[in-house]
């Protein structure tokens, strides 16, 4: 029954692939809900090369989208916000249901190794919706690490995403 779980869940014990592509995709695409429900843990990768970005343009390099019935907005991103003059490095900012996770200067180019993980700690039928621990990681080093008491309300979860191109996952981890 181990194996014949690991093929049909994508992963050992609780883990499994939600989405694996190496394509871009630049409109909402659709992906099996990321409930927020206690307890629950996730992972959001992205493994490329960072684009260049002109002075105060924006690339997404991942977005998560979610809500309530039809009204879907940003509830995480990897966002490449492109510099304020000649020579500046564009800026990193990696969120999640609205605080900044991590936020740093990338050079356009680089190859990057890219991680979101973040566990719902509680969830609320009134605001603060949910309580998450999230870390981010680049290149395998933890980076930042932050406690956020979310105002936004992902409703049936996270059904959407968007990604520039390079290998994207999100799995579930439990």
Known sequence: MGMMRQLLMGGSGGERTLVSTTDPHTSATSMPAMAMRGGASY???????????????????????????????SMCSAALRGGSGFGAHPTLSVTLFG???YSGQLSPGASVALELRFTVNAVSDTSPYYTLT????????????????STKNAGSGLRYYRNLAGTFIVKKLS
């Open 43 to 73: 992972s959001v990768s992205w493994t490329g090369t960072l684009p260049s970005v002109g002075s105060y343009s924006t690339a997404y390099v991942f977005e998560l989208l979610g809500g309530v019935g039809s009204t879907v907005s």
């Open 134 to 149: 999230a870390e981010c990681y680049v290149d395998g080093v933890r980076k930042g690490g932050v406690t956020i008491k």
């Open 99 to 101: 605080p900044t996770v």
